[in-house]
């Protein structure tokens, strides 16, 4: 595991570069309108509820940067559990984990996902690059849809695995956009699709999360029957507002988080 935690989201950060072309000229659009690089609110990682392999197995290696449980997330229809983690230095991103219930899907999703989970090398997932390790298996374009039929969520694990899904940059660090409708419109000026499920905003000042993001760009996957594109990773933006102590929210809203999960549906 690493002990740098600027270290550990640099390889996260190169990593989610590499399948999101996009994201790139996001970072550019927002990032090159201020002096200061742009402030990332929080990252996301997905994984399956396997002892293995579970959520908790993902949070060591956060753990071991400094960063401490704070919450946790139901999504009953996807039949997934989240958590989100902090650390001590608030300019440091978020962390949001979240695992696919696997009990709780058909048998035949349990004996690919079994599949898949048995061939990852128990010491892999200790290892530092286990957070940006992508798959540790191969499957076919053919089983990738028929997860897809069930739980896009599975479908997107089986092809991408181990990654950052998405950065979010903190609109509340950015010196020349105040509102997220700003933002949005910015990206859209640039030619960007937003992930219009639940509205092109989630959230609100009443909930004290605003957030957005595009829909994931389309990048090749080699499946063992051959070539196919697929949606990759998305970027994300959030605007956070002050708790009536005059704290700022530090949390996630789990009816915009489940519609944020679709940011990897299909155009
Ligand atoms: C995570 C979706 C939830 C948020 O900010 O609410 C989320 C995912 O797509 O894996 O990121
Ligand atoms: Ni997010």
Redesign the pocket.
């Known amino acids: 595991m690493h002990n740098n935690v600027d270290q550990l989201f640099d390889e996260l950060w190169n990593n989610y570069l590499s399948v999101t072309p996009s994201a790139v000229k996001v970072h550019e659009l927002l990032g090159s309108t201020q002096q200061d690089d742009v402030i990332n609110d929080?990252i996301?990682l997905?994984t399956f509820n396997h002892e293995k392999v579970g959520l908790e197995k993902l949070a060591a290696h956060f753990k071991a940067v400094g960063y401490k449980e704070c919450g946790e997330y139901h999504f009953e229809a996807k039949k997934l559990y989240a958590k989100h983690y902090e650390h001590s230095d608030p300019t440091k991103p978020k962390v949001?984990i979240?695992e696919l219930l696997v009990e709780k899907c058909s048998e035949e999703l349990q004996a690919i996902v079994n599949d898949m989970v048995s061939q990852i090398d128990e010491n892999a997932v200790t290892a530092d690059n286990f957070l940006y390790s992508g798959t540790h298996w191969q499957v076919s374009h053919e089983t990738y849809q028929q997860l897809l039929k069930e739980s896009e969520y599975a479908a997107w694990m089986s092809a991408w695995g181990y990654r950052a899904?998405?950065f979010?940059v903190s609109i509340n660090y950015l010196a020349n956009f105040t509102t997220i409708e700003a933002v949005n419109q910015a990206l859209k000026d640039a030619g960007f699709e937003l992930n219009t499920s639940g509205g092109e905003i989630k959230g609100s000042p009443e909930v004290l999360l605003e957030?957005s993001s595009t829909l994931a760009d389309h990048q090749p996957v080699v499946f063992s029957d051959g070539e196919f594109n697929i949606p990759s990773c998305f970027y994300?933006f959030a605007l956070r507002y002050n708790k009536p102590d005059g704290e700022i929210y530090t949390g996630?809203v789990a009816a915009?988080?489940d519609k944020?999960?679709e940011?990897?549906n299909a155009r």
């Open positions: 929080h996301a997905r949001f979240s899904n998405h979010t957030q994300e996630f915009s988080a944020i999960f940011s990897t």
